[in-house]
């Protein structure tokens, strides 16, 4: 069973900045993993912030940022914003035979 | 302005099946060269990746749903579906559709399963 994790809780003072990371069960994330991060406000749907490791959507605001770090995928938030507190997931793919998506468990992300 | 609508019962009863419809507007299933997917998120809990099919009707499913998943497609109405059968309270959850990889969303659809 593939396990994605996640840190289940950060807190960050604003414009500050903090980092996101994304761990796999089965060993060092890489590109081949196309790592996507998606941003969760209660009571709405999941948006997309960044997908194949670093790139950002056209509506993706400047002070999100992807990347690889120490095996994981991570998100990189800089100079943060109280409306950036949220629910943040990573989405690992997992390729070969039976190609598979796994979302990790979410960090909850204060701004205090 | 690409869109994506979950329809279906919000209320399904244990061991039936469980069926929901996405309808896409502003893009056409049948030329893209995308997949579009399921995802779902029990109350309270993280996100779970449920399958997805391309305009042919390829398909690819999360192996710990294969079982009881069925995604199909119909691009005359440019919709596409989802059948889970065999249903428990653990499936009870918002059920999103989306475009692989998941750039666009619906706005989701809370499914119950109770009797």
């Known amino acids: 069973q593939t396990v994605v994790t996640q840190e289940p809780s950060l807190t960050v003072s604003p414009g500050g900045t903090v980092t996101l990371t994304c761990a796999s069960t089965?060993?060092?994330?890489?590109?081949?993993?196309?790592p996507n991060w998606f941003q969760q406000k209660p009571g709405q749907a999941p948006r997309a912030l960044i997908y194949s490791t670093s790139n950002k959507h056209s509506w993706t605001p400047a002070r999100f940022s992807g990347s690889l770090l120490g095996g994981k995928a991570a998100l990189t938030l800089s100079g943060v914003q109280p409306e950036d507190e949220a629910e943040y997931y990573c989405l690992l793919y997992y390729g070969g035979g039976q190609p598979n998506w796994v979302f990790g468990g979410g960090t909850k992300l204060t701004v205090l | 302005q690409l869109q994506l609508q979950e329809s279906g019962p919000g209320l399904v009863k244990p061991s039936e099946t469980l069926s929901l419809t996405c309808t896409v507007s502003?893009?056409?299933?049948?030329?893209?060269?995308?997949?579009w997917g399921w995802i779902r998120q029990p109350p309270g809990k993280g996100l779970e990746w449920i399958g997805c099919i391309y305009f042919t009707g390829n398909t690819y499913y999360n192996p710990s749903l294969k079982s009881r998943v069925t995604i199909s497609v119909d691009t005359s109405k440019n919709q596409f579906s989802l059948r889970l059968t065999s249903v428990t309270a653990a499936d009870t959850a918002i059920y999103y559709c989306a475009r692989q990889p998941l750039d666009y969303w619906g706005q989701g659809t809370l499914v119950t399963v109770s009797s």
């Open positions: 502003g893009g056409s299933i049948g030329t893209s060269n995308d997949y």
């Open positions: 089965t060993g060092a994330v890489t590109i081949d993993y196309f």
